[in-house]
């Protein structure tokens, strides 16, 4: 799972909106990304050995980035030339294009990508411009074909097609414009046989509108741009962040004398995971500001995401992609309510407009975003992007916070602060059942309550704070002793699923030992009597480490951290994984029960102030609980650039 607690801090330089200039120049090159909605059309045919025919339809929510060069001409007319590749969402139904079977096989067609290189020729009237655009499309799938009998077989296929659309583009910045698109691609037909001789065939066309948001490059011997003007209002009203961390990850053979089905393979495994995020955030009106972070996911944790109950990369999600897939990570208002008297700087980050607010304050925040945005806060193990990256280091292994296989949920919260303290409330949609995409939408009802406490103080002379969380989770889940104590029932827990309460609590500390080094620790415990609904498989977890800066050996932008974990099981979960049941991550079909225990060093080394790349070792002692298996040493690189 994806560490999502505050990826802003991976976004320190804020973008904030230069001076309004009077005619946008919109000579050069550029770079953007662009969301939106697509719909692909198919008719399939299935021979096998009878013939199956119809249509598909794929719809949802895309995502993707171009890059092109424009040349206007003094007469307005402007002609460019772009190239985009675009990527369905991570929900599976979007990129179904067509599913046929018959007594013998189920073929499915799924979309991986979308693209186009395209000429684009307008006409622009000051900062607008006006278009049509027209090119080559190419499009890649995966055709898989599930047989009644054996295995599977896939088959990668791409298309070539054209694609003709139109659009408008408006640019609001010396260097950004905004578009908004239209286009259709229409592709040659496909026709794949597979190994067993099961044939299928396809049309496809494509069609998407798209929002999207274009970033001009200087280029040698480009004229200097218009200096910002200080005083213009618009340069506070909004805030461009971007981020992109490339993480790969792996580990040499390990003693294992047995596996199950979430067992991590003892075989040598090397995987990778990449993330592509923007953060567009802008001030609505006073303290009323929205916040949008559309991402590129893509990659695979080690094992397909299971095997440890500390996983060993916050950047892993639950669901694997072997292409990048668009998500709308964070999509939220938040309201800011000052009380008056002494004021402070909050920083500029992805998750926060740099602003001057009134220390005591109240802040109401609504939409989608993941608990631990708000929650949970820690200075030196919180961004996987940056510092730690074993899931029990970086958050408290035993909250089982609301989430999607993302890391994401809907909620809204509630903060207070001062001077000395903190008072945090929350409320967010649960997963309809254990690991799923799907929340369960009876309000208030069914979801997870949250409170927070945070205290600050001076050790020393230097800053501290102890956060101490409490939360309830209100879910249709299954009982691990229920399911145990009926045999019948052969430890399938989904039915033993009905309304219940699991519950928890978490310490959190993080204290300066000086101005370059700080210790932090966690302690985290849930009642382990009802299945894990959205994180991992841990009902009590301690953590400790400390960071230091790169100040004493005279490279400050650099980091080292250590730190170690220690998790453990109730006895109703500890006996259900030693009979051969699941949980989300672990399950290798018995059991000799021991705490897992992690240790995890790093060094992240910057290259510039806006790249850095770290090594990561991490050396975990019984890999999901079990003293049969292992110890395994995992390996890690981190290169990791923002804006």
């Keep these: 799972m994806m560490a999502l607690a505050d990826p802003a801090g991976a976004a320190d330089l804020p973008v904030k909106a230069p001076a309004m200039r009077a005619i946008f120049d919109w000579t050069g090159f550029y770079v953007g990304a662009h969301a939106g909605y697509g719909r692909g059309t198919s008719n399939a045919v299935l021979i096998d050995p009878t013939m199956t025919a119809g249509p598909g339809v794929a719809s949802g929510l895309i995502g993707g980035v171009q890059a092109g060069y424009n040349h206007r001409f003094q007469s307005g007319v ?169 993480l790969p990850q792996g580990y040499p053979a390990f003693h294992a004398p047995y596996s199950g089905p979430n067992s991590l393979t003892p075989a040598p495994q090397a995987q990778e995971t990449w993330s592509n995020s923007l953060f567009l955030n802008a001030r609505l009106w006073e303290g009323g500001e929205v916040y949008y972070n559309p991402e590129l996911l893509q990659g695979f944790g080690l094992n397909n995401t299971v095997g440890l109950a500390g996983f060993s990369n916050g950047e892993a999600q639950k669901s694997n992609f072997p292409y990048p897939h668009y998500n709308t990570s964070r999509l939220f208002l938040r309201q800011t309510f000052g009380f008056g008297g002494e004021q402070e700087d909050l920083g500029s980050s992805g998750t926060q407009l740099a602003e001057k607010v009134d220390v005591s304050r109240l802040t109401l925040q609504a939409g989608k975003f993941a608990v631990i945005d708000v929650f949970d806060g820690n200075a030196y193990a919180k961004d996987t992007r940056k510092d730690f990256m074993n899931w029990s280091i970086w958050a408290p292994g035993a909250f089982d916070y609301a989430a999607d296989k993302l890391g994401l949920t809907y909620g809204m919260t509630a903060e207070l602060n001062q001077k000395r303290w903190a008072l945090r409330a929350g409320y967010f949609l649960m997963d309809a059942v254990s690991n799923s995409n799907n929340m369960d939408t009876n309000l208030f009802r069914r979801g997870e309550y949250v409170g927070e406490f945070e205290t600050r103080y001076q050790l020393f002379g230097e800053p501290g704070k102890l956060r101490t969380i409490v939360w309830l989770n209100s879910v249709f889940s299954g009982s691990y002793r229920e399911t145990l104590d009926n045999p019948a029932l052969n430890l399938d827990i989904t039915q033993t699923r009905t309304s219940r309460i699991k519950y928890g609590y978490v310490f959190n500390l993080e204290q300066a030992i000086t101005s370059n080094i700080g210790v932090f620790a966690r302690w985290s415990w849930n009642d382990g009597r009802n299945e894990i609904m959205s994180f991992t498989d841990i009902d009590r977890s301690l953590s400790l480490g400390t960071s230091l800066d790169g100040h004493m050996w005279g490279r400050e932008d650099d980091t080292i951290g250590i730190a170690g974990a220690i998790n453990a099981l109730s006895r109703d979960h500890r006996d259900f994984i030693a009979a051969g049941g699941l949980g989300p991550l672990i399950g290798d079909g018995q059991l000799n029960y021991r705490p897992e225990r992690i240790l995890e060093a790093y060094y992240a080394y910057a290259l510039t102030k806006q790249i850095t790349l770290t090594g990561d070792y991490q050396f975990i002692t019984n890999p999901a609980y079990n003293a049969d298996r292992g110890p395994v040493s995992i390996f890690s690189a981190r290169l990791h650039g923002e804006f």
């Design 78 to 246: 402007l002609l460019g030339v772009e190239g985009d590749i675009t990527f369905p969402s991570y929900f599976i139904s979007n990129s179904i294009v067509s599913l046929l079977a018959s007594p013998r096989s189920t073929v499915t067609e799924g979309l991986d990508y979308v693209g186009t290189v395209r000429g684009r020729v307008g006409y622009t009237a000051g900062s607008w411009l006006v278009y049509a655009t027209g090119g080559l499309a190419f499009a890649g799938e995966r055709f898989v074909n599930t047989p009644a009998a054996g295995n599977d077989e896939k088959v990668i296929h791409d298309r070539l097609g054209w694609a003709a659309g139109a659009g408008i583009e408006y640019g609001f910045a010396p260097d950004w414009s905004v578009k908004l698109e239209y286009l259709y691609s229409r592709f040659e037909d496909a026709n794949v046989r597979f190994p067993s001789g099961t044939q299928f065939a396809s049309s496809l066309d494509f069609q998407s509108l798209r929002i999207g948001l274009n970033r001009k490059l200087d280029w040698p011997g480009a004229p200097n741009l218009q200096p910002k003007d200080p005083t213009d209002p618009e340069s506070d009203r909004w805030e461009i962040h971007g981020q992109s961390t490339f």
